[in-house]
C-alpha cells in the first residue's frame, strides 16, 4: 500500500510518532512543531495501513473549527469523505453519545441545551424564588459554583457542607437548579458532560459497545483537559484501546476553568509502555519570535522543559509600539495592517489578539473608519445576539415545551402584555405542581386563575406555539423558522426599534434563516452515521447553535482581518499577529500578578499569543488606557520587558514619548499653542472646576484634551468648547 503522501513532508521524529504499532503515545512538544499536524497524520496512518474503520476512531479537538479542519485534512490524505467520523469537541462528541443513548442517561428524547446565559437566569430565578439573599449568594458566583463541581465530576449530593452555612446555601442552590434541569430536560455545557460520563459508569453494556468500538482514541491539546474530560478518556479508553495524547504544558492557559495541566503526568503513569515523542523544531515562527517566545516561557518554574529551534530564517525582530492611549494603538494597529496589505498580503493572514473581549471595540471602531473587513472569533457569537436567541426559543419550546428557561425567554417577547404577575403566577404554579412552566400555564388557564385581560394575553402565546407545533410535523426547519420569525412577530416588533440597531437585528433574524439553510444543505453532505437517523432536525439544529463554537464566524469565506482573545487563538496560526494591550493590570491581568500559579498562566497565555505568528509579531502598549469605562495609566507589561532586548525593536522611541505630565514644559506641536496651553498645567472648568492638563490628542478643531479634575476625576474634552482658563 502506497503510504509516501502519508509520510513525506515529515521530519523523523514525526514520522516515528505516526508509524507507531498499535501502542499508546505522548507527543509532548512546544509550539508549532507539528503536534496537530502528526495526529491528523496518525489518523491516516492508523486507517490506511491497520485495517481500521473511520468510524473506529475519536478524535477530540479544542475547536469546531479544529475538527472541521481535521476532517478536511483526513479527506484530503485519503480521499476519502470523513463526514460522520467522531471527530469533534470534547462536548460535541459526549453530546452526540447522549442523543442516542438518551433513555439510558435518564434523559426525555428532546432534551435541550442551555448555554450560560440561560443558566444565569435560571440560577437567578431559583435564587429570588427561595428568598436567598443575592447579595451574599449572587446568581453568577452560583454558576461558578455549580459548574466547577460537575467538572470535577461531583454532584450535590456528593457534596459535604461540614457545617459550613455559605457552602451549604451553594449546595441546596446546585440541588434546586438539578431539579428543575432535570424536570425540564435541560442540559448545561458542564452537565453534557457529567452526564456522559454516568452513562458509562451506570450502565457497563454501553460502555462496552463504546470501548470495543473506538479501538483509537486520539487528543489533540491535552494540557488542558479538566477532570470529568480526562475521567470520560480514561473510562472510555478501558484496557484495550490505544491512546495518541498530544500536548504542550507551556500552552496550558485554562487552569481557572479547571484544566488540570498534571493530566500529562496522570496519563503516562496510568497508561502502560506509553512512548514518550518529542518534537523539537519549529516550523511556524522565525528565529527571532522563536527566540523571544522560548525566552518568555523560561521565566516560569517546574516546566517539564523542551527545546524549541528552527531551521528558518531569524527574519525581522518583534516590533513594539507604545501608544498615547488606546486610540492611538488602534490607529497605528489599521495603519500597519494597511501597509502590509499594500505589500501585497491578505488581510485574513493578520490577526489581532487581546487580552480581554472588551478591548476589540476601540480597534473596531478604528477598523470600520478604514473601511477594513474584520471579523471577531469569540465575542458576541452570532447565535448569542438576543434577537437570534429569542428565535431560537421559540424553536426550542416547540422542540420541548419542558424547556423552561426558552419559555421565560419568549413568553413575553415580544411584549404581548403577559406581566410579572402573571409570570410569577405561573411560576408559583409550577414549582407548586413539579411541572414545566408550559403545564402550569394551562393549568391557570384552565382554572381561570388570572384576570380576564392576562388571560387572554397567555392564551394568544399559547395559540402561536400550538401552531408552530402543528407545522413542526413535516414542514422542513426552514419553514418553521419563517412561521416563527411571522407569528411570534419577533420581525415587527424589531423593525419598530429605531435606527442602525434595529435594522442590524432584522438582518440578523434573516441571516438565522440562511444558517438553517446551510446546516439543512451540511447535513445532507456529511452523510452522518446511519444510527444518527432518528435524530430530528429540529433538535440537531438546536444543539449545533449551542454548541457551535464561536470560530464558526470566521469560516465565511471573506477575506478579513482576524480579533480575538488569546484565548481562542490556541492552536491557530497567521503570518503577521498582533498583540495589543501588554500592559501591567491587563497582561499580566490585575488579579493574577499577586498569585505566583496565576502569573505563570499568564505567562503562558503569552507565549501561546507570540508563538501564533509566523513573519511578524508586533506587541503594542498604551501610556494612557480607558477600559471597562475606567482610566489607567499603566506600565508597559512586564513580559514585554522579559524579551531579550536584541530581539525587539521599539517602533517609537521612548523618548518621545515619555508621559507628557511629567515633562510640564511647552511642546512644539502647535496644537494647544492656540490655546495658550501646556500640559501639565492648572486650568478651570466652568462646571468641573480645577484639575492638572494631562494629554492630548487630534488637531486643529479637533483637538481633545485630559483633564484630571481634582474633583471630577479625569475627563475627555474638546478643548475648542471646553472653554478652559489658565489658573
Ligand atoms: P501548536 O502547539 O501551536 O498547536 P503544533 O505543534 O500543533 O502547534 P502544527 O500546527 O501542527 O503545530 O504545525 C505548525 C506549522 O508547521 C503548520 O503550518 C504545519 O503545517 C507546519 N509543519 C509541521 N511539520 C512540518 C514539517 N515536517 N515540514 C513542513 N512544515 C511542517
Ligand atoms: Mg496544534
Same mark, same amino acid.
Given at each position: 500500500?502506497?503510504?509516501?503522501?502519508?509520510?513525506?513532508? !515529515?521530519?523523523?521524529?514525526? =514520522?516515528?510518532?505516526?508509524?507507531?504499532?498499535?501502542?499508546?503515545?505522548?507527543?509532548?512538544?512546544?509550539?508549532?512543531?507539528?503536534?496537530?499536524?502528526?495526529?491528523?497524520?496518525?489518523?491516516?496512518?492508523?486507517?490506511?495501513?491497520?485495517? %481500521? +474503520?473511520?468510524?473506529?476512531?475519536?478524535?477530540?479537538?479544542?475547536?469546531?473549527?479544529?475538527?472541521?479542519?481535521?476532517?478536511?485534512?483526513?479527506?484530503?490524505?485519503?480521499?476519502?469523505?470523513?463526514?460522520?467520523?467522531?471527530?469533534?469537541?470534547?462536548?460535541?462528541?459526549?453530546?452526540?453519545?447522549?442523543?442516542?443513548?438518551?433513555?439510558?442517561?435518564?434523559?426525555?428524547?428532546?432534551?435541550?441545551?442551555?448555554?450560560?446565559?440561560?443558566?444565569?437566569?435560571?440560577?437567578?430565578?431559583?435564587?429570588?424564588?427561595?428568598?436567598?439573599?443575592?447579595?451574599?449568594?449572587?446568581?453568577?458566583?452560583?454558576?461558578?459554583?455549580?459548574?466547577?463541581?460537575?467538572?470535577?465530576?461531583?454532584?450535590?449530593?456528593?457534596?459535604?457542607?461540614?457545617?459550613?452555612?455559605?457552602?451549604?446555601?451553594?449546595?441546596?442552590?446546585?440541588?434546586?437548579?438539578?431539579?428543575?434541569?432535570?424536570?425540564?430536560?435541560?442540559?448545561?455545557?458542564?452537565?453534557?458532560?457529567?452526564?456522559?460520563?454516568?452513562?458509562?459508569?451506570?450502565?457497563?453494556?454501553?460502555?462496552?459497545?463504546?470501548?470495543?468500538?473506538?479501538?483509537?482514541?486520539?487528543?489533540?491539546?491535552?494540557?488542558?483537559?479538566?477532570?470529568?474530560?480526562?475521567?470520560?478518556?480514561?473510562?472510555?479508553?478501558?484496557?484495550?484501546?490505544?491512546?495518541?495524547?498530544?500536548?504542550?504544558?507551556?500552552?496550558?492557559?485554562?487552569?481557572?476553568?479547571?484544566?488540570?495541566?498534571?493530566?500529562?503526568?496522570?496519563?503516562?503513569?496510568?497508561?502502560?509502555?506509553?512512548?514518550?515523542?518529542?518534537?523539537?523544531?519549529?516550523?511556524?515562527?522565525?528565529?527571532?519570535?522563536?527566540?523571544?517566545?522560548?525566552?518568555?516561557?523560561?521565566?516560569?518554574? /517546574?516546566? *517539564?522543559?523542551?527545546?524549541?529551534?528552527?531551521?528558518?530564517?531569524?527574519?525581522?525582530?518583534?516590533?513594539?509600539?507604545?501608544?498615547?492611549?488606546?486610540?492611538?494603538?488602534?490607529?497605528?494597529?489599521?495603519?500597519?495592517?494597511?501597509?502590509?496589505?499594500?505589500?501585497?498580503?491578505? =488581510?485574513?493572514?493578520?490577526?489581532?489578539?487581546?487580552? +480581554?473581549?472588551?478591548?476589540?471595540?476601540?480597534? #473596531?471602531?478604528?477598523?470600520?473608519?478604514?473601511?477594513?473587513?474584520?471579523?471577531?472569533?469569540?465575542?458576541?457569537?452570532?447565535?448569542?445576539?438576543?434577537?437570534?436567541?429569542?428565535?431560537?426559543?421559540?424553536?426550542?419550546?416547540?422542540?420541548?415545551?419542558?424547556?423552561?428557561?426558552?419559555?421565560?425567554?419568549?413568553?413575553?417577547?415580544?411584549?404581548?402584555?403577559?406581566?410579572?404577575?402573571?409570570?410569577?403566577? %405561573?411560576?408559583?404554579?409550577? *414549582?407548586?405542581? /413539579?411541572?414545566?412552566?408550559?403545564?402550569?400555564?394551562?393549568?391557570?388557564?384552565?382554572?381561570?386563575?388570572?384576570?380576564?385581560?392576562?388571560?387572554?394575553?397567555?392564551?394568544?402565546?399559547?395559540? %402561536?406555539?400550538?401552531?408552530?407545533?402543528? !407545522?413542526?410535523?413535516?414542514?422542513?426547519? #426552514?419553514?418553521?423558522?419563517?412561521?416563527?420569525?411571522?407569528?411570534?412577530?419577533?420581525?415587527?416588533?424589531?423593525?419598530?426599534?429605531?435606527?442602525?440597531?434595529? =435594522?442590524?437585528?432584522?438582518?440578523?433574524?434573516?441571516?438565522?434563516?440562511?444558517?438553517?439553510?446551510?446546516?439543512?444543505?451540511?447535513?445532507?453532505?456529511?452523510?452522518?452515521?446511519?444510527?444518527?437517523?432518528?435524530?430530528?432536525?429540529? +433538535?440537531?439544529?438546536?444543539?449545533?447553535?449551542? *454548541?457551535?463554537?464561536?470560530?464558526?464566524?470566521?469560516?465565511?469565506?471573506?477575506?478579513?482581518?482576524?480579533?480575538?482573545?488569546?484565548?481562542?487563538?490556541?492552536?491557530?496560526?497567521?503570518?503577521? @499577529?498582533?498583540?495589543?494591550?501588554?500592559?501591567?493590570?491587563?497582561?499580566?491581568?490585575?488579579? +493574577?500578578?499577586?498569585?505566583?500559579?496565576?502569573?505563570?498562566?499568564?505567562?503562558?497565555? &503569552?507565549?501561546?499569543?507570540?508563538?501564533?505568528?509566523?513573519?511578524? !509579531?508586533?506587541?503594542?502598549?498604551?501610556?494612557?488606557?480607558?477600559?471597562?469605562?475606567?482610566?489607567?495609566?499603566?506600565?508597559?507589561?512586564?513580559?514585554?520587558?522579559?524579551?531579550?532586548?536584541?530581539?525587539?525593536?521599539? @517602533?517609537?522611541? =521612548?523618548?518621545?514619548?515619555?508621559?507628557?505630565?511629567?515633562?510640564?514644559?511647552?511642546?512644539?506641536?502647535?496644537?494647544?499653542?492656540?490655546?495658550?496651553? &501646556?500640559?501639565?498645567?492648572?486650568?478651570?472648568?466652568?462646571?468641573?472646576?480645577?484639575?492638572?492638563?494631562?494629554?492630548?490628542?487630534?488637531?486643529?478643531?479637533?483637538?481633545?484634551?485630559?483633564?484630571?479634575?481634582?474633583?471630577?476625576?479625569?475627563?475627555?474634552?474638546?478643548?475648542?468648547?471646553?472653554?478652559?482658563?489658565?489658573?
Amino acid at each position: 500500500m502506497d503510504v509516501t503522501h502519508i509520510l513525506e513532508s !515529515l521530519n523523523d521524529e514525526q =514520522r516515528e510518532a505516526v508509524t507507531l504499532g498499535d501502542e499508546h503515545a505522548l507527543i509532548l512538544a512546544g509550539a508549532g512543531s507539528g503536534k496537530t499536524r502528526v495526529l491528523v497524520h496518525r489518523i491516516a496512518w492508523i486507517i490506511q495501513t491497520m485495517n %481500521i +474503520s473511520p468510524y473506529s476512531i475519536l478524535a477530540v479537538t479544542f475547536t469546531n473549527k479544529a475538527a472541521a479542519e481535521m476532517r478536511g485534512r483526513i479527506e484530503n490524505l485519503l480521499n476519502v469523505p470523513a463526514g460522520g467520523m467522531w471527530v469533534g469537541t470534547f462536548h460535541g462528541l459526549a453530546h452526540r453519545i447522549l442523543r442516542t443513548h438518551y433513555a439510558e442517561a435518564g434523559l426525555p428524547k428532546a432534551f435541550q441545551i442551555i448555554d450560560s446565559d440561560d443558566q444565569l437566569r435560571l440560577l437567578k430565578r431559583i435564587i429570588r424564588d427561595a428568598q436567598i439573599d443575592e447579595a451574599k449568594w449572587p446568581a453568577k458566583q452560583a454558576q461558578w459554583y455549580i459548574n466547577n463541581k460537575k467538572d470535577e465530576g461531583l454532584r450535590a449530593q456528593n457534596l459535604d457542607a461540614q457545617g459550613d452555612f455559605m457552602e451549604q446555601q451553594w449546595i441546596d442552590i446546585y440541588k434546586s437548579y438539578q431539579k428543575i434541569c432535570d424536570n425540564s430536560g435541560l442540559l448545561d455545557f458542564a452537565e453534557i458532560l457529567l452526564r456522559a460520563h454516568e452513562l458509562w459508569l451506570k450502565n457497563p453494556s454501553v460502555l462496552a459497545d463504546f470501548q470495543r468500538r473506538f479501538r483509537h482514541i486520539l487528543v489533540d491539546e491535552f494540557q488542558d483537559t479538566n477532570t470529568i474530560q480526562y475521567a470520560w478518556l480514561r473510562l472510555l479508553a478501558g484496557q484495550t484501546s490505544k491512546v495518541f495524547i498530544v500536548g504542550d504544558d507551556d500552552q496550558s492557559i485554562y487552569g481557572w476553568r479547571g484544566a488540570k495541566v498534571e493530566n500529562i503526568q496522570r496519563v503516562q503513569n496510568e497508561f502502560e509502555k506509553m512512548f514518550l515523542v518529542r518534537l523539537e523544531q519549529n516550523y511556524r515562527s522565525t528565529g527571532n519570535i522563536l527566540r523571544a517566545a522560548n525566552k518568555l516561557i523560561e521565566k516560569n518554574f /517546574g516546566r *517539564l522543559g523542551k527545546k524549541l529551534w528552527t531551521a528558518g530564517e531569524d527574519g525581522e525582530l518583534v516590533k513594539l509600539y507604545t501608544a498615547y492611549n488606546e486610540q492611538d494603538e488602534a490607529r497605528f494597529v489599521v495603519e500597519t495592517i494597511k501597509q502590509w496589505i499594500e505589500q501585497g498580503n491578505d =488581510r485574513k493572514d493578520c490577526a489581532v489578539l487581546y487580552r +480581554s473581549n472588551a478591548q476589540s471595540r476601540v480597534l #473596531e471602531e478604528a477598523l470600520l473608519m478604514e473601511n477594513m473587513p474584520y471579523r471577531i472569533y469569540g465575542g458576541m457569537r452570532f447565535f448569542d445576539r438576543a434577537e437570534i436567541k429569542d428565535a431560537l426559543a421559540y424553536l426550542r419550546m416547540v422542540a420541548s415545551q419542558l424547556d423552561d428557561a426558552a419559555f421565560e425567554r419568549v413568553i413575553n417577547t415580544p411584549p404581548r402584555g403577559i406581566g410579572e404577575k402573571t409570570l410569577q403566577a %405561573i411560576r408559583a404554579q409550577a *414549582l407548586k405542581d /413539579g411541572v414545566s412552566l408550559w403545564d402550569a400555564m394551562a393549568l391557570i388557564l384552565e382554572a381561570q386563575a388570572v384576570p380576564a385581560r392576562a388571560s387572554k394575553a397567555l392564551n394568544g402565546f399559547l395559540e %402561536i406555539i400550538n401552531s408552530l407545533l402543528e !407545522l413542526s410535523g413535516g414542514a422542513g426547519l #426552514e419553514n418553521l423558522l419563517l412561521a416563527v420569525l411571522e407569528q411570534s412577530g419577533l420581525v415587527e416588533h424589531y423593525k419598530k426599534e429605531k435606527g442602525e440597531k434595529g =435594522r442590524a437585528r432584522v438582518e440578523n433574524l434573516q441571516e438565522l434563516v440562511s444558517a438553517v439553510k446551510q446546516f439543512e444543505l451540511d447535513s445532507l453532505e456529511a452523510g452522518v452515521d446511519e444510527e444518527f437517523e432518528e435524530m430530528d432536525d429540529l +433538535s440537531v439544529f438546536l444543539a449545533y447553535t449551542a *454548541l457551535e463554537s464561536s470560530n464558526g464566524q470566521a469560516e465565511i469565506g471573506d477575506d478579513c482581518v482576524q480579533l480575538m482573545t488569546l484565548h481562542s487563538a490556541k492552536g491557530l496560526e497567521f503570518p503577521m @499577529v498582533f498583540m495589543v494591550g501588554m500592559e501591567e493590570g491587563l497582561f499580566p491581568s490585575e488579579r +493574577s500578578v499577586e498569585e505566583v500559579d496565576r502569573l505563570a498562566e499568564e505567562r503562558r497565555l &503569552c507565549y501561546v499569543g507570540m508563538t501564533r505568528a509566523e513573519k511578524q !509579531l508586533v506587541l503594542t502598549a498604551a501610556e494612557h488606557r480607558r477600559l471597562y469605562g475606567r482610566e489607567f495609566y499603566p506600565k508597559v507589561s512586564r513580559f514585554v520587558r522579559e524579551l531579550p532586548q536584541d530581539v525587539i525593536v521599539d @517602533v517609537r522611541p =521612548r523618548a518621545q514619548i515619555s508621559t507628557p505630565i511629567s515633562r510640564n514644559t511647552f511642546i512644539d506641536e502647535d496644537a494647544l499653542d492656540d490655546f495658550q496651553l &501646556c500640559l501639565g498645567q492648572i486650568v478651570r472648568h466652568m462646571k468641573f472646576g480645577d484639575g492638572v492638563l494631562l494629554n492630548f490628542e487630534g488637531k486643529g478643531h479637533h483637538v481633545r484634551v485630559q483633564i484630571n479634575f481634582y474633583d471630577a476625576g479625569p475627563k475627555w474634552l474638546v478643548l475648542a468648547y471646553a472653554n478652559l482658563q489658565p489658573v
